[in-house]
């Protein structure tokens, strides 16, 4: 194809159907390849609460693109913010130089993070966030001269994306499978907290299961506590199909923790920014880890970007007391990308401005009771909630895991509304802009899809 035969940014973006390009070099990630190359979904746009597809239907977002864009699609301010950064500072490099807009960010994530989470360290994405919360938790060990805690405990059915230290410590078997020869050595696994038969149609936390995370401490006795530096876990666990913590299990967690010295890792990358109808859900649940990962709805998914956040003693520990010279090897050619930094800024002011976390506080007694009214449909096994999230768990189909989730939501697009598939579970977490007509929408779609996949 020449210059002159070649479509250009405007035809790709507003006529697909007439220029289409082909969809075959594009190797799609998480995606059934040769199943979607047959029978495409193609999204053209996006504004609030909608995409609009190549065939120029309205498409109702009830997943936030996929957990990020908790102020709703294409917001004027945050675009106008990434487009005033890319015409001013395109690219700064990050090491050993700074610019304003990557400070400021900073300084606004760290105010809003509970107790001294008080240090920021930018990333591109929540699988870089999670590998460099691991580096730094053994840094902080070897800068404290405990350098035999090398051992990181993560927990079962947990999603940390898919660098190599995040699969290690994530406890999706799927994701490991294909490359189980070089994982991660020193990772064990505690047990996770999905119990219906005890918990089934739970609204909120569970009542049962705080218990469970006493599971820790057979990972303890069995290597010793003094050996792991750190234990990572979701607050809710989101990709394997929204896990909510049980009333006191976080708290029971905080305290092993802190009894062995360990380093408590929050992975807030879906929790974050006003999903559970707070900051984050270390506030949601009042148990303060010591460092956070978070990443997609830092800029409502507009630039990617991600970070952790570190507790003072961990920064002061690692940095403050290092010989003089470069405190920690580590870092990428975009952490704190002017764009990223820019649109983060917009973010956090939309938020702020239009009142988004608590919104979704307000409104996550409706959605409550709008989820629970899917219990009685059709091979539904549970149900469960909180803040803007929801999730409704079915029965697998003849054995084949993960069937009847797929088609539910292929049936979903089929009629309007974006949901997500885990499995046999679908996932619902709309922008926190979401209003009662959407969520009843989101509902009635999700129930006709339900009886027309029984
Ligand atoms: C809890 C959690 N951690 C990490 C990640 C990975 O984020 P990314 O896909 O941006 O690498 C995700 C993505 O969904 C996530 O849910």
Redesign the pocket.
């Given at each position: 194809m020449t210059t002159a035969t070649r479509p250009s940014l405007g035809d790709l973006l507003h006529a697909p159907l007439e220029a289409p390009p082909s969809l075959e070099p594009l190797w799609m990630p998480f995606t059934n390849n040769r199943a979607f190359k047959k029978a495409p979904r193609i999204l053209v746009s996006a504004k609030d609460m909608h995409y609009t597809d190549a065939d120029g239907r309205l498409v109702l977002d009830a997943v936030a693109g996929?957990?990020c864009v908790n102020a709703g699609h294409c917001r004027a301010p945050i675009s106008d913010a990434i487009a005033q950064a890319a015409r001013t500072l395109d690219y700064a490099p990050p090491f050993q130089m700074g610019h304003a807009l990557s400070f400021a960010l900073a300084e606004r994530v760290a105010a809003m993070a509970p107790g001294d989470l008080d240090h920021v360290f930018f990333v591109?994405?929540?699988?870089?966030?999670?590998d460099t919360a691991l580096k730094i938790a053994l840094a902080y060990h070897q800068a404290r001269g405990d350098a035999k805690r090398v051992r990181f405990v993560g927990r079962l059915r947990?999603?940390?994306?898919?660098?190599f230290g995040?699969i290690s410590v994530g406890g999706i078997p799927g994701n490991q499978k294909q490359f189980a020869a070089q994982l991660l050595p020193h990772v064990d696994h505690f047990a996770h907290t999905h119990d219906l038969a005890r918990n089934a149609f739970s609204k909120g936390q569970p009542k049962h299961g705080a218990e469970l995370a006493d599971d820790l401490l057979r990972v303890i006795a069995e290597r010793g506590g003094d050996t792991i530096a750190a234990v990572i876990v979701?607050p809710v666990?989101?990709?394997t199909g929204v896990l909510i913590p049980p009333v006191g299990y976080l708290e029971r967690l905080r305290a092993i923790c802190d009894a062995h010295g360990i380093l408590l890792i929050f992975?807030?990358?879906?929790?974050g920014f006003g999903r559970t109808g707070a900051s984050f859900g270390a506030t949601r649940f009042n148990v303060v880890p010591d460092m956070m990962?978070v990443?997609?709805g830092i800029t409502n998914g507009a630039v990617?970007l991600?970070a952790v956040l570190a507790r003072h003693a961990i920064y002061d520990t690692v940095v403050n007391q290092a010989p003089a010279g470069i405190e920690l090897f580590h870092g990428y050619t975009y952490s704190g990308h002017p764009l990223a930094a820019a649109a983060g800024l917009a973010t956090l002011d939309l938020y702020e401005s239009e009142g988004l976390f608590e919104r979704a506080a307000s409104l996550a007694p409706y959605w409550e009771d709008a989820v629970h009214s899917l219990r009685a449909r059709c091979h539904v096994i549970d149900v469960r909630n909180i803040g803007l999230v929801g999730a409704v768990e079915f029965e697998t189909r003849d054995g084949k895991l993960g069937a009847r989730g797929y088609d539910i939501f292929v049936e979903c697009f089929k009629r309007g509304v974006l949901v997500r598939q885990t499995g046999d579970i679908i996932a619902l977490s709309p922008p926190l802009i979401v209003e009662k007509t959407h969520i009843h929408e989101i509902m009635d779609v999700l129930g006709a899809a339900i009886d027309a996949t029984a």
């Open positions: 996929l957990w591109n994405s929540g699988s870089e966030a999670v947990g999603y940390h994306g898919v660098g995040g979701e666990a989101g990709s992975d807030e990358v879906i929790t990962t990443a997609k990617p991600g």
